[in-house]
């Protein structure tokens, strides 16, 4: 293979090491694009995870409350669902899902929801509130599902961290949309493919002067 390098005219070499440092350049430039996109992702998760402590503090302190006689276990949970209904963020796309292990709302920004059995539901083809009580179940953790943003009827890709709080059988989550991040990764990507076309087509000059 390299006898056949050796005898190539100089100019098909310059095209054939260009073209491979080109290639090279590119694949490294797409990489680094998805390192962003994961870290873009993974801050969005870390903030979501921070929400659902806060809201398990407020179920903890409320707990102590029933431990000390202050307060029944009834009276606790109503009280918790109060608080987090009114932890609306991010012009009202951000929120706090809560069900028990049943499947039945605690919480949804619809009150008229509240109390309805979801385990089933349809989100996107998937059970999302079943999918939410297993990953509780198991410690915690973020699930991927399609859901349309408000208004919209076309499915926009979406993450939710869940956790639960077994001394009242239930879990809770919020979510967000990534689609967000998704476009600026496909901007990115036509960016560079832009930036990569006249160069293309210079090394397409010197191909045809090797020919």
């Known amino acids: 293979m390299l006898h056949i390098f050796d005898n190539l005219r100089l100019v098909t070499k310059l095209y054939i090491v260009g073209l491979t440092v080109l290639i090279l350049a590119s694949s490294s430039t797409v990489v680094s694009l998805f390192d962003t996109k994961q870290d873009m992702l993974k801050g969005r998760i870390e903030e979501m995870r921070a929400i659902t402590y806060v809201v398990r503090g407020f179920a903890e302190n409320l707990q102590k409350q029933v431990d000390a006689g202050q307060k029944t276990r009834d009276e606790a949970i109503k009280e918790f669902a109060n608080r987090i209904h009114s932890m609306i963020y991010d012009d009202g796309l951000g929120y706090i899902l809560a069900a028990t292990s049943d499947g039945i709302l605690v919480n ?6 509240i109390g309805e059995n979801w385990m089933d539901k349809d989100f996107g083809g998937k059970k999302l509130i079943r999918e939410m009580r297993d990953v509780a179940q198991r410690g915690g953790g973020f699930i991927e599902y399609q859901f349309p943003r408000p208004g919209a ?9 869940v ?8 879990f809770f989550g919020t979510g967000s949309y990534v689609d967000d991040i998704n476009q600026q990764f496909e901007q990115a ?17 010197l191909g045809a002067a090797c020919g």
């Open 108 to 113: 949804t920004p619809n009150p008229k929801l």
């Open 153 to 161: 009827t076309v499915l926009a890709p979406k993450i939710v961290y």
């Open 163 to 170: 956790t639960g709080f077994p001394a009242w059988n239930i």
């Open 189 to 205: 990507v036509w960016r560079v493919a832009a930036e990569l076309v006249p160069r293309h087509s210079d090394f397409d000059s």
